[in-house]
């Protein structure tokens, strides 16, 4: 188990459940793998994975990878290492420990999962996935997911990928890498964790954690996580920032992430009239519509708050003179929209 906050491994025995070793790593340790006797840590501030020999528990090697790595995942032979701020992903031969590649991938790529002779890579900024050939290394495909993508985990044929933004699953079928689903979960999904035939799903703002049945990707449950110390020296952030520089130094602030407008609007019916002038001479016009509001334009729209009858009176003038004419004008209630409709002196307006 890995202590982001004091740099170390811990080593637990599953049968009684204590713990046997603590191993030094480097500066902020965030994923762990294993690969035959050998498990692999990546070091987010150090730019480093440690090789941990798993029958002695010694540090048999430090590997120089990418920029804040941090998901990690086996193929076969081969590690292949998550780089947030290189939007890379380096390959480790598990054999000899030497870097044999470095993979362009997505923005912020967040975390990676295995299925088959692929390698699936969330990239949080391109909202996108990253398919990599483990055989050959090379990328065969990208994927079109939600928001900001972080947390992949694999059950059976099928990747779960948790879009933090959308709160929202994407399920993608690995066998032709279509998508065939999408989950609404709680709210800023950011981690998954398969166990049996369950997606476990940890909601960050809604506290709570979503199970999603794998068979049919149906939720079967949403249950409230419990709240957890933050321990002293460790940020907590959706998206990663390294660590005070001591144990008592105040957090930075957190980056904002990223949201999308919401889209939504609201209506209600209006009783518009369109007055349209045929006075002979005039150069100006004023004109009250009998609900205790006027206008001087000289074609005014004219919307009333509520049908019925109402006396529209109109002034005009000019250098010489003015004249005035009233006229009664039926507002319909069925009406939905204006009618560009003439209104000659003592006829009604009304609306279709």
């Given amino acids: 188990m890995t202590n982001l906050n004091n740099n170390t491994v811990s080593v637990i025995n599953t049968v009684n459940n204590s713990v046997e070793a603590t191993i030094n790593v480097g500066d902020y340790p965030a994923g762990i793998a294993f690969a035959g006797t050998n498990a692999y840590v990546t070091n987010a501030n150090s730019n480093t994975v440690t090789v941990i020999n798993t029958i002695n528990n ?3 090697g430090t590997i120089n990878v990418g920029e804040h790595p941090s998901g990690i995942a086996v193929a076969g032979t081969n590690a292949y290492v998550v780089n947030i701020n290189s939007n ?54 990208t994927i079109n997911v939600g928001e900001y ?5 694999v059950a059976g044929t099928k990747a779960f990928v948790c879009n933090a933004n959308s709160n929202s699953v994407t399920v993608i079928n690995t066998i032709n890498n279509n998508i065939i689903g999408t989950i609404n979960v709680g709210e800023y999904p950011a981690s998954i964790a398969v166990i049996g035939n369950e997606a476990h799903v940890t909601n960050l703002n809604s506290n709570t954690i979503t199970v999603i049945n794998t068979i049919n990707n149906n939720v079967i449950a949403t249950t409230p996580a419990r709240s957890l110390p933050v321990p002293t020296g ?15 130094c105040p957090c930075p602030t ?10 939504n609007f609201s209506s209600k019916p209006i009783y518009a009239v369109k ?33 019925g009858s109402y006396r529209v009176n109109l002034t005009v003038s000019n ?34």
Avoid at 149 to 153: E, F
Avoid at 241 to 247: D, I, L, Q, T
Wanted: aromatic residues 6%; contains cysteine.
């Fill in 234 to 248: 460790h940020c907590v952030c959706a998206i990663p920032v390294p660590k005070p520089p001591c144990p008592t």
């Fill in 254 to 263: 957190c980056p904002e992430v990223p949201k999308c407008p919401t889209a």
């Fill in 58 to 60: 010694n540090v048999i």
């Fill in 149 to 153: 993508p972080t947390g992949i985990a």
């Fill in 275 to 307: 007055f349209t002038d045929m006075s002979k001479g005039a150069t100006k016009w004023y004109w009250t519509f009998g609900d205790g509001t006027n206008s001087s334009e000289r074609n005014p729209l004219h919307v009333y708050a509520r049908p």
């Fill in 88 to 141: 890379t992903v380096t390959v480790i031969n598990t054999i000899n420990n030497n870097v044999i590649g470095t993979i362009n991938v997505g923005k912020n790529p967040a975390g990676i999962a295995v299925a088959g002779t692929n390698a699936y890579v969330t990239n949080a900024n391109s909202n996108t996935v990253t398919v990599i050939n483990t055989i050959n290394n090379n990328v065969i495909g």
């Fill in 319 to 352: 250098e010489n003179c003015t004249d005035f004419k009233s006229s009664i004008v039926n507002v319909c209630p069925q009406v939905s929209k204006a009618n560009n409709t003439q209104v000659p002196p003592g006829d009604s307006a009304p609306i279709y």
